[in-house]
């Protein structure tokens, strides 16, 4: 009787380890994102980590407790930096950008964002170096009628190329994308 209660117990005490052990070592629990593109001739995959809203305030003055105050920059997304790997030439925000990977920053404003491509990968989301940023440009915003939940980076197509959505809460932006 003692034998199959100790064998339990062990067995409880290596899982219950196992799982502090994941939890130290994952700084996050947002679940991982992929959004892939290849149309109008663009071809392009997004890398992202996805967080929830949870009931907290996501956008708007640090003063009010926002979860991304207006004017930082956000790694957008959760976990490491936000990965773009354009596989062909592009023009990003209506800027030339050349195939390759790159890290995605936004910096939220109430009524337009800027979106920064950096030459930086492989860094988690909170280690930006603005040194290194390849271009910045202003995009536009739009009000979702209903709460976005999860963040989400999706896209939609237009007659040449597409737009990315990063859509969050109430808020989406949007990033125009054409080939070059």
Do not use: C
Request: aromatic letters at 12%; proline letters at 4%; charged letters at 20%.
């Amino acid at each position: 009787m003692k034998k199959p209660l100790l064998i339990g117990s062990v067995v409880l005490i290596i899982l219950l380890a196992a799982f502090f052990g994941f939890l130290k070592y994952n700084r996050s629990l947002s679940p991982g994102g992929l959004a892939a593109y290849q149309k109008n001739g663009v071809d392009l995959t997004i890398q992202y980590g996805r967080p929830a809203k949870k009931g907290r305030f996501i956008f708007g003055r640090e003063k009010d407790k926002a979860l991304l105050p207006y004017g930082k920059v956000w790694r957008t997304g959760a976990n490491e930096a936000t990965i773009i790997d354009f596989k062909n030439d592009i023009n990003f925000a209506g800027q030339a950008v050349k195939a390759g990977k790159y890290s995605l920053w936004t910096i939220p404003e109430a009524g337009s964002w800027k979106v920064i491509l950096n030459k930086e990968t492989g860094q988690w989301g909170t280690e930006y170096n603005d040194g290194k940023n390849l271009l910045t440009a202003d995009i536009a915003i739009r009000i979702r009628p209903n709460v976005q939940e999860i963040f989400t980076i999706y896209f939609e197509d237009k007659t040449t190329g597409a737009n990315i959505i990063l859509s969050w809460d109430q808020t989406e932006a949007i990033i125009p994308i054409q080939p070059r």
